[in-house]
């Protein structure tokens, strides 16, 4: 049995962030660009598959930027700095300073006209970084940092700034950039890569780009005819037959977040491993023993229901024939499925459920990624499925920190903030600007009722014997 030490819940306090918007500013390009009004760019299948038709958005904060001893910036205000850095890196990066439209058959296009750009809103609060609690913890109270037009309709990614960042000045002299990229755009990886650059140029006080960005979605063009290979039960619509997404929305879950350390992460690798030849990753043991922990605690039936675990694989390092250009920022990620009964995620050991995510995630490869270009052209669905569902995003994969140092050092934290619109997602991510240990930080949305049970099967106390 592990110990309980090794598995910390986190607490974050519930507060207002009083602030005052002076100001939303459009940011265009710097310099000239290679399109004109009228012009439109192509986007995958990948790129518009209804789960990237979502803005991404995540929190960076920073110590008082009044101390400029380590940065080029010159005591600049840091609204400045980052709306000129932006401005610049626009110029290479100029797709996310048009919009997007619908064209036939639901199909998405960037495209260009007058008077677009990306948006900035410069605020201020009155508060002082230290009074918004643990900023290792991401908080939903956070929300107001992260700027939202008025009226704005969920999922709304039709004819909006395809950028959206909001800059927030505590009176401590610190400060908060909350950024919304449109995934469509870009996939997370593709997302580290524009952040790094802007942050770079904003340090460098002049344009860096390292690589230089490549558009060429027509890699991912459909083959014709469509050659469906694979099920595709990721993307299935299940109608709800069992107690799990009823439970969730209506009884107004919870976000919890679990310290995970790496010796818990070790333990769980070790005791996971399933019985034959090939070895497990710690995210597929992790993921695994996350999964079973959730549908134990919320006690979902009936036993012989299906759920489904998806996850997110970066394909990029599996296209050889030809491989992807250096510096490709769109997406190309494929959805991963492990799919199993209650029954057996909730009595069977943990080294069956490993091996159902292990064969999810090496499952994906070339010959998948292009089945299921070919399956969304076909078939293109047209909404969320949540049915029996839980989504893992695994942000550990990503340099969050290193990639968003504007001049200020490394942010205090990167991340989300709010799981709880869509409580089926649970995320993986790094701990801390500059955590050496190896810890996780695990965020999962719960019923209140569900908490206890949670984290008692989460830190293996009425485990039994796993192995």
Not at 130 to 148: C, R, S
């Amino acid at each position: 049995m592990a110990s309980c030490s090794w598995v910390q819940e986190l607490q974050f306090p519930q507060l207002e962030i009083p602030l005052a918007i002076h100001q939303l500013v459009r940011i265009m390009p710097a310099a000239a660009i290679p399109a004109a009004p009228g012009d439109t760019l192509y986007l995958s299948n990948l790129d518009d598959i209804i789960g990237a038709r979502v803005f991404t958005p995540t929190i960076y904060f920073y110590r008082s930027s009044e101390d400029d001893s380590k940065s080029n910036n010159n005591n600049r205000p840091v609204f400045e700095i980052l709306r000129q850095a932006l401005a610049d890196i626009l110029v290479p990066y100029y797709p996310l300073s048009a919009r997007l439209r619908e064209i036939h058959n639901g199909k998405l296009e960037v495209f260009f006209g007058p008077d677009q750009g990306a948006l900035m809103v410069e605020a201020r609060s009155e508060m002082v970084l230290a009074e918004l609690g643990d900023l290792a913890v991401p908080n939903p109270a956070w929300a107001p940092l992260i700027y939202k037009f008025p009226n704005e309709e969920p999922y709304k990614i039709l004819d909006m700034p395809l950028v959206i960042a909001q800059v927030t000045v505590f009176s401590c002299g610190g400060f908060s950039l909350g950024l919304r990229l449109c995934h469509c755009i870009c996939d997370g990886f593709g997302a580290m890569q524009f952040l790094s650059a802007w942050a770079a140029t904003a340090k460098a006080g002049r344009l860096v780009v390292n690589p230089q960005p490549c558009w060429e979605r027509e890699f991912f063009r459909p083959r014709h005819p469509p050659i469906i290979k694979h099920p595709h039960i990721e993307y299935m619509r299940i109608d709800e037959g069992s107690s799990l997404t009823m439970t969730l929305w209506q009884a107004k879950p919870i976000q919890k977040c679990y310290r995970i350390s790496r010796e818990f992460q070790a333990h769980l690798k070790n005791l996971a491993q399933p019985d034959d030849n090939f070895p497990c990753t710690s995210f597929d043991a992790m993921a695994a023993h996350i999964w079973r922990s959730w549908v134990r605690a919320i006690d979902v039936q009936p036993p012989n229901y299906k759920l489904r675990l998806t996850f997110s694989v970066n394909a990029r390092q599996k296209l050889k024939n030809p491989p992807l250009k250096d510096g490709f920022y769109g997406n190309v990620v494929c959805v991963a499925c492990a799919m199993s009964s209650v029954n057996e995620l909730v009595n069977g050991q943990l080294k069956y459920t490993t091996r159902l995510v292990r064969e999810a995630r090496l499952g994906v490869s070339e010959d998948y990624l292009r089945s299921t270009v070919d399956f969304v052209e076909v078939e293109r669905p047209r909404r969320l499925e949540f049915g029996g569902k839980l989504t893992i995003t695994q942000w550990t994969r990503f340099s969050i920190y290193e990639s968003a140092d504007f001049g200020w050092g490394r942010p205090i934290y990167a991340g989300p903030i709010d799981l709880t619109p869509t409580p089926q997602v649970c995320v993986f991510l790094p701990e801390g600007e500059a955590d050496p240990n190896g810890n996780m930080v695990v965020c999962i949305c719960l019923p209140e009722s569900a908490t206890e049970k949670f984290i008692e099967f989460l830190c293996l106390k009425n485990s039994g014997n796993e192995s």
